[in-house]
């Protein structure tokens, strides 16, 4: 199975927050754009949605930006990626007209391995995900930015 842009986009915005809970700058969504090399207003659509189901928090003004809602061990992947993909099954017999759906053991199949993708998924949270080399990635990237901005803010 493979995921959409949409919720690759979510998982890494979430990923990003989770590993800097800086107040200022706030986390922008130029910053994680840029950083990941995502068009800004699909991201803006990824981040509205985190938003609507309580994961970020957007804050606005002058020093707004983005930030976790609540603790990563708390933001469950399966969850999300559920949210995120909006579709409960593999396949659709339905949308295709197949002829077969009325027997097929395809469908009973995939159906199947998608509830055991998801178990599997249940048992990770953000916190998880973002330990070990994903954590030191991010960190650097983090400071990446921070070196940018930083030297940016101080020549007038």
Same mark, same amino acid.
């Given at each position: 199975?493979?995921?959409?842009?949409?919720?690759?986009?979510?998982?890494?915005?979430?990923?990003?927050?989770?590993?800097?809970?800086? !107040?200022?700058?706030?986390?922008?969504?130029? !910053?994680?754009?840029?950083?990941?090399?995502?068009?800004?207003?699909?991201?803006?659509?990824?981040?509205?949605?985190?938003?609507?189901?309580?994961?970020?928090?957007?804050?606005?003004?002058?020093?707004?930006?983005?930030?976790?809602?609540?603790?990563?061990?708390?933001?469950?992947?399966?969850?999300?990626?559920?949210?995120?993909?909006?579709?409960? !099954?593999?396949?659709?017999? !339905?949308?295709?007209?197949?002829?077969?759906?009325?027997?097929?053991?395809?469908?009973?199949?995939?159906?199947?391995?998608?509830?055991?993708?998801?178990?599997?998924?249940?048992?990770?949270?953000?916190?998880?995900?973002?330990?070990?080399?994903?954590?030191?990635?991010?960190?650097?990237?983090?400071?990446?930015?921070?070196?940018?901005?930083?030297?940016?803010?101080?020549?007038?």
């Amino acid at each position: 199975m493979q995921l959409t842009q949409y919720s690759d986009i979510g998982l890494r915005l979430l990923m990003y927050l989770a590993n800097e809970r800086r !107040e200022a700058p706030a986390i922008t969504l130029a !910053e994680v754009s840029n950083q990941f090399n995502i068009p800004r207003n699909h991201l803006a659509k990824v981040a509205g949605k985190l938003v609507k189901y309580s994961w970020i928090e957007a804050i606005r003004g002058r020093s707004g930006g983005l930030r976790l809602a609540i603790e990563p061990s708390n933001i469950n992947i399966g969850q999300v990626l559920r949210v995120l993909e909006g579709h409960t !099954e593999v396949i659709n017999c !339905e949308k295709l007209q197949c002829k077969l759906k009325a027997g097929c053991e395809l469908k009973i199949a995939l159906a199947n391995a998608y509830v055991a993708f998801f178990n599997v998924l249940d048992q990770h949270t953000l916190a998880d995900v973002t330990n070990g080399l994903a954590a030191t990635e991010i960190v650097k990237m983090h400071k990446g930015f921070m070196q940018i901005y930083l030297d940016s803010s101080t020549v007038h």
